[in-house]
């Protein structure tokens, strides 16, 4: 069994946790996640032109490029991450840019040379799945794919053919950070993404509060949190790992205490 | 041409909106059905000729086309050569080419019961040109406009206000078009339900590159028939600046199956192609992704997009439409490049020489065929796009010359 399948057999739901690469300290971020109780970990590769996420992941990517940061290293706190914690998930997300700027191989060759678990890239659309898709599933790699409330039914198997470890639903049309939707409606769409699919489902997209996170882990199998850790980073910076670590306990404790809701 | 030459080259994009390798659909699943039905209408709005009817009357009665194609004298006989004609496109309403493609989309938004408008603007023309139609038709406009930009080109800030239109100031990046329409994706996503984005240049995710082609394609519709008309032949090549290659496609896509006709697209070489301050996508850049489609791009090793620089803030864009990089894979099209200085020097020979004031963009058009006409026969013909009047550039181009206004 894959990392993130035996994660998502958990008998709880998963908490799934967003930072930028290369901004701050990016080692002591991650532990500080992991110790706070992240299930699964997701680091995003910065980019110059974040389209899709708002002001606070766009000051992330702005500040870890400002820093320097390249795709070498972003491919190094992978593998270093996957030394230190054998067993916890990791999952690249960013844009189709900087992954397939020396092909699609040498980005698969690399991500499972460093021990990456899943790639989720948020401009490939399921349309333009040969620019990466094969070369990750020929690695064992999942091509995590998103959903949103715009996805129809009749659009879902189209989104889901080739989609692997687990479904990310947006759960707001929307940029990342900022409105967050009404529970009701991320209830019915994942039972309707459920429908289509026996992959797990991990919502995300202005999830800030552990009450929140609770609510949403109630009817989902994950819970993603982005923005309001980069936030931590960007106030913090050196001191930031103690910060992400309660924050991160706190939404740990309410998810992984929600009932799940398809165990 | 190898024997690989396509049949026709204006076939294309294919069924998935793929130009070769080049164009595709690169957007946030958010955008995807909506990009999807956009298709659809499109297709309904090609078989419907009523839109056609509408789309062309407007065309005739509101932008003031056809435009007229004008045989440059003075300018011919200073560069000694080929026989210089312009399609006029400067005088268009808003005055510059834009305006085709804006009055196109504006009545598909209505057609898909979009209610607000949105667009990204460089210089200042598309978005002049989008505030314009908004007005027209009464729908209000949002045009995010790069902070830089806003300064650069203050006299087409103000216009659009007071055609109606919220313009928005965007800071991230060097405050130019990319960032501009990066932050105009970003409130699309958001407001997807009642939102229609006019997209200024002939790239972004299918269908916009092949839309947007083809209701530019009427400048080159006009110019082959009109010269038809007056001469009785073909032009022996037809010149057009590039930054997104909006106007560029425009008259080249009429002109791809006339083999006699040789077509140049000029891109912003800036301070120069051997540095990093210059625009030229095709002749500095690598196949990659960026704002929906797959074309030549700006970047460096990682796949980060590098800035563009131009004079001309129409041109500083560091992509360039897919149609174009498959055109210059296939070899149908040259590409070459004017730098700043050349363009400087093109735009004051043409107010010079035949009493017109161009814009910065063009001026690059220009600037090539100062370079190539000298060396053409007498009796061949030239054909460039006059893409846009340089009344919104004289304080750029006074600033450049180091004259106090």
Not at chain 2, 294 to 302: F, G, P
Not at chain 2, 364 to 384: C, G, N, S
Request: proline share 6%.
């Amino acid at each position: 069994m894959t990392r993130l399948a035996t994660t998502f057999s958990a008998p709880h739901p998963a908490l799934v946790c967003f930072i930028t690469a290369g901004d701050g300290d990016t080692a002591a971020n991650l532990d500080a996640l992991v110790e706070g109780g992240a299930d699964v970990i997701e680091l995003g590769m910065p980019f110059t032109d974040p389209m899709a996420d708002g002001p606070a992941i766009q000051a992330a990517n702005i500040r870890s490029l400002g820093a320097g940061t390249t795709t070498a290293e972003v491919l190094r706190h992978a593998a270093e991450f996957r030394q230190r914690h054998p067993q916890v998930p990791l999952v690249l997300m960013g844009y189709a840019n900087p992954m397939i700027r020396r092909g699609p191989d040498w980005f698969a060759d690399h991500c499972a040379a460093a021990g990456v678990d899943g790639v989720i890239c948020v401009d490939l659309a399921p349309e333009e799945d040969p620019d990466l898709g094969p070369a990750l599933r020929d690695k064992g790699i999942a091509l995590i794919r998103l959903s949103t409330p715009t996805t129809s039914d009749a659009r879902l198997p189209d989104v889901l053919d080739g989609s692997g470890g687990f479904l990310y639903y947006v759960s707001v049309a929307g940029i990342t950070g900022l409105q967050s939707a009404a529970i009701a409606d991320i209830e019915a769409n994942v039972s309707r993404i459920k429908r289509h699919t026996a992959l797990p489902v991990a919502v995300g997209f202005g999830v800030r509060e552990p009450e929140q996170a609770a609510e949403i882990a109630r009817v989902a199998d994950g819970v993603v949190v982005g923005s309001a850790l980069v936030r931590l980073v960007e106030q913090h910076g050196t001191h930031a790992p103690r910060h992400l670590r309660d924050l991160t306990a706190r939404l740990a404790k309410a998810v992984h205490s929600a009932r799940k809701a398809n165990p | 041409m190898t024997e690989n030459t396509p049949n026709s080259f204006r076939n294309q994009p294919d069924e998935r909106g793929h130009f070769g390798q080049f164009g595709g659909r690169y957007v946030a699943e958010t955008l995807m059905p909506l990009i999807l039905d956009l298709e659809k209408e499109y297709r309904r709005a090609q078989a419907d000729p009523a839109f056609q009817e509408e789309f062309d009357d407007l065309l005739e009665h509101y932008v003031g086309r056809p435009s007229p194609l004008y045989f440059a004298p003075r300018l011919t006989e200073e560069l000694g050569g080929a026989q210089i004609w312009f399609k006029r496109d400067e005088l268009n309403h808003t005055g510059a080419h834009k305006i085709n493609n804006c009055i196109g989309q504006i009545l598909l938004a209505i057609r898909m019961g979009k209610t607000r408008i949105i667009a990204e603007t460089g210089a200042g023309q598309h978005g002049v040109a989008t505030a314009t139609v908004c007005a027209r038709f009464g729908l209000p406009c949002v045009v995010y406009m790069g902070a830089e930009d806003v300064r650069r080109q203050s006299p087409n800030v103000f216009r659009m206000k007071l055609l109606g239109a919220e313009v928005r100031p965007v800071t991230a990046g060097r405050g130019t078009l990319k960032d501009a329409m990066n932050e105009a994706l970003r409130d699309w996503v958001a407001n997807v339900h009642d939102t229609f984005y006019i997209i200024g240049t002939a790239a972004g995710p299918h269908p916009y590159p092949e839309l947007v082609r083809d209701f530019q394609s009427v400048i080159g519709k006009e110019a082959r028939a009109q010269l038809l008309d007056r001469t009785g032949r073909l032009p022996d090549l037809a010149v057009a600046a590039i930054g997104g290659g909006s106007n560029a496609i425009g008259l080249f896509h009429p002109f791809l199956d006339d083999p006699s006709v040789k077509l140049l697209g000029v891109e912003a070489a800036g301070k120069g192609l051997h540095g990093e301050e210059h625009a030229a996508s095709l002749a500095g850049g690598f196949p990659g992704v960026l704002h929906g489609n797959k074309t030549y791009l700006l970047q460096d090793e990682d796949g980060q997009i590098t800035e563009g620089h131009s004079i001309s803030a129409g041109l500083d864009y560091p992509g360039i439409g897919p149609e174009h990089a498959w055109l210059k894979e296939t070899g149908r099209v040259e590409y070459t490049s004017a730098t700043d200085t050349e363009a400087l020097q093109a735009f004051q020979l043409l107010c010079r020489t035949e009493g017109i004031i161009p814009a910065l963009e063009p001026s690059h058009a220009i600037a090539a065929i100062a370079q190539r006409a000298a060396a053409m026969p007498k009796d061949a013909i030239i054909l460039a796009n006059l893409c846009g009047r340089g009344d919104k550039d004289i304080f750029t181009v006074a600033e450049a010359l180091g004259v106090e206004m």
